[in-house]
């Protein structure tokens, strides 16, 4: 009786010990049997930057419906995020899809304090972070191996700006830009190489970002004289700037920055006022090559509308992703891994030029500068000048940002 019960008491532990084991397999499977890969998609989705964020969106959720939201055999769940254009949500939602959801990496943001909290993020908790955003520090002063950039860098634009400036015959500028830490990357950036191009700056303004009336700042320039007048504004700030200078009755030539005019509406909108305005561009729905053709032609089919130009970067993010996780064979759960994957993609995208990065992990780009023209009731970018391979210029690896 007493030796029943012993081997009884054994078959318990047995099969305890069984069923815990059995149980940690399942709670903690490896990563060979993980099926499902998990992504993070953190962009503005509401708010005055919700129209550049949801084009963003589109163009990612265009690679992955594309494939069916399966790569390398795994399914891709992408866990998408409003991040208010807020440091506080953004890296608050950061952290719970790294820490409680998991992703294997996080793409997304297009706000520079909100890149560099998550950068640092990314850093300590050695997951792969893909950013949108401009600012110089994030592949300058303040890289690191885990951080990505999808865009161009602020200075990348600023030194064939300058070169374009000065090319037509703009001698003197008056640079004005929106008063946060990408707005002064800018303007200082372009005020720099244009002085080493042989321009001159006249003034520099900074309106607070979120003006809604600009006709006292144009007010003050009225005795100013100058060549061209440059502008850094984005979204409802393009808009009312630019119609706030046309009626102003000033008579500097405008440019401004690329995607300032082309994102959302903001160009139709403009109506007849966007006449002769020129901005340089990474990309443009003019473009004639291949790619750019697909692009369109895909992106129209599934939204109903034509691309703007900041659908290729959400396009371009995604492709990042999914070429890493190829030559990863979805095994994604080594976060090293999977940044040293990113490090060496290359793949084609709208626009005529392979994407890759350099050692900074910023990209290669193509520069397009258009002038924009009214015709029949359209707004119509025409593609002026072209410059091809532009790199991060080294002047973006010095001191921090203001």
């Known amino acids: 009786m007493r030796v029943r019960s012993v081997l ?20 903690h499977p490896t990563a060979a049997q993980e099926s499902t890969i998990k992504i993070g998609v953190l962009l503005p989705l509401t708010g005055p930057a919700g129209v550049i964020g949801n084009e963003v969106l ?3 959720q265009l690679v992955m419906d594309s494939l069916h939201n399966t790569v390398a055999g795994k399914t891709v769940v992408s866990v998408i995020v409003d991040d208010q254009n807020s440091p506080t949500v953004a890296l608050n939602e950061a952290r719970r899809l790294v820490e409680t959801e998991k992703v294997a990496a996080f793409v997304g943001n297009l706000n520079g304090p909100i890149a560099l909290a998550l950068s640092a ?8 972070y893909v950013t949108g955003s401009t600012a110089s520090d994030i592949t300058g002063s303040k890289k690191n191996f885990y951080t990505f950039r999808g865009s161009a860098e602020a200075f990348q634009f600023q030194v064939p700006l300058a070169a374009f400036l000065v090319k037509r015959g703009y001698k003197s500028a008056i640079l004005m830009g929106s008063d946060y830490v990408t707005g002064h990357d800018t303007i200082e950036g372009t005020a720099r190489f244009y002085i080493s191009d042989g321009g001159s700056v006249v003034k520099k303004v900074f309106p607070r970002l979120g003006e809604s009336d600009y006709s006292p700042y144009f007010a003050d320039l009225a005795s100013q004289k100058a060549d061209v007048l440059f502008g850094y504004f984005f979204g409802g700030d393009s808009l009312r700037f630019a119609r706030a200078y046309r009626a102003s009755g000033l008579k500097f030539p405008l440019s401004m920055i690329g995607s300032s ?7 139709q ?3 007849a006022d966007v006449e002769g305005i020129t901005t340089n561009e990474a990309w443009i729905w003019t473009l004639p090559d291949g790619d750019t053709k697909r692009f369109i032609d895909a992106y129209t089919a599934k939204f109903g509308q034509r691309p703007g130009t900041l659908a290729p970067l959400g396009y371009v993010e995604a492709s990042i992703l999914v070429e890493a996780i190829r030559a990863l064979k979805g095994n994604v759960s080594d976060g090293t891994a999977l940044a040293r994957a990113m490090e060496k993609v290359n793949f084609p995208q709208p626009g005529g030029q392979p994407f890759h990065f350099d050692e900074n992990h910023n990209p290669y780009i193509s520069e397009f500068f258009v002038q924009w023209h009214w015709q029949n009731g359209t ?16 002047a973006a690896m010095a001191a921090p940002s203001n």
């Open 269 to 271: 909108q403009l109506g």
């Open 8 to 27: 009884a008491v054994r078959r318990v532990v047995v099969l305890a010990l069984a069923a815990v084991l059995l149980w940690g397999s399942a709670a």
């Open 58 to 60: 589109h163009g990612y």
């Open 379 to 394: 707004a119509v970018p025409q593609v002026i000048d072209t410059m091809r391979n532009v790199k991060q210029p080294a």
């Open 121 to 128: 993020y990314a850093l300590r908790m050695k997951v792969p």
């Open 261 to 267: 005019l082309s994102v959302g509406t903001v160009a």
